[in-house]
């Protein structure tokens, strides 16, 4: 018998169920752990750790000075693991056809917080609109690669180019620019400000936003930063009534003035662009909820491209121009 003929000889034998156990134990501290996440007992848990075991030749969890710690087998096959169980999911969960009017399914989606209050606050209060019985779970990247959330079964994330993965389908959904933020009534800075009264004045930072490398870095790096928040959504409420200025995406800036006493003036230097894209694992690629999800993220550019302009009509510091794949450039 040659070896591939023994090898799906192994695989025919190996019970699915086997694969769960494993990512729970690969996942947990603890084979008791990993039984109450499986809802599997103490020793039905021990004799499926048996059979892993023997299956894959190796011990997986070794103990070290007293330490629980997975073999270097284990921890190559931790992420794939993951990687098969939710392609498994997908399987036997695979949509020939996709009624929003009927579906239960849940949309993962992960972005950052700036680009969640964008985004995603305004794609999936339509979602639920047009889909009564649907979820959406919106979850932050914290550091997470794309990868690292596809496994954990995100169905898309939004992201910077600067993040983009090339292992994954993706999608310009529009690219922007910093402006800055004061509220509508500031003391000093009317409808623009020069370089000089932009670094005399006080700012209102975000802590996960601005790429210091840039080539505004040398001037954003000489601010003087008053506040710092860790939340986008924070910044209306530090600036309103006060002489702060907030520096940030144009986009999401541009959000907040359309809603609330604040006025987004263009920044006395010039900065880069930044792409935003929608990426999803292959295998969605070909999912008629995959297309329903991405016709309402990339449709929701289109949108505000009106809004948009209609905010130029009223604040001529910025130009909106169409290009190309629904995207939206601020110049």
């Not at 996960?208 to 001037?219: K, N």
């Not at 230097?269 to 016709?295: C, I, N």
Request: glycine content about 4%; some cysteine.
């Amino acid at each position: 018998m040659t070896k591939p003929d023994m090898n799906h000889m192994h695989l025919r034998r190996l019970n699915l169920n086997l694969l769960y156990t494993l990512d729970a134990i690969l996942n947990s501290d603890s084979l008791t752990d990993a039984g109450r996440l499986i809802r599997l007992s103490q020793p039905a848990m021990s004799v499926a750790f048996k059979k892993l075991k023997d299956q894959f030749d190796d011990e997986l969890i070794i103990y070290l000075s007293g330490n629980r710690v997975l073999t270097p087998l284990a921890e190559k096959l931790k992420p794939r693991v993951k990687r098969i169980l939710v392609e498994l999911n997908e399987t036997f969960n695979l949509q020939i056809d996709f009624d929003p009017k009927t579906s239960r399914k849940t949309f993962r989606l992960a972005a950052s917080e700036s680009l969640a209050t964008m985004l995603l606050g305004r794609v999936v209060p339509r979602m639920l609109m047009e889909a009564e019985n649907i979820n959406v779970v919106v979850s932050s990247l914290n550091n997470t690669t794309q990868a690292e959330l596809f496994e954990k079964g995100a169905d898309m994330v939004i992201t910077p180019q600067s993040s983009l993965d090339p292992n994954f389908p993706s999608l310009e959904l529009m690219t922007d620019r910093l402006s800055c933020m004061v509220w509508e009534h500031h003391p000093l800075i009317k409808s623009s400000i020069t370089l000089e009264e932009y670094l005399a004045a006080r700012h209102v930072a975000v802590s996960e936003t601005l790429d210091l490398s840039s080539r505004a870095g040398g001037i954003l790096s000489q601010r003087r930063i008053v506040a710092t928040t860790s939340r986008y959504g924070t910044l209306p409420e530090l600036i309103i009534g006060t002489d702060l200025v907030a520096t940030g995406s144009s986009w999401v800036l541009q959000y907040y003035a359309s809603m609330l006493p604040v006025k987004v003036v263009t920044l006395p230097f010039p900065t880069e662009q930044t792409a935003v894209f929608a990426q999803w694992p292959d295998h969605r690629t070909s999912d008629p909820a995959h297309h329903w999800l991405m016709a309402h993220v990339s449709g929701f550019t289109e949108t505000h491209r009106k809004a948009h302009a209609i905010a130029r009509g009223k604040n001529n510091s910025y130009d909106l121009c169409i290009c190309s794949n629904n995207s939206i450039t601020l110049d």
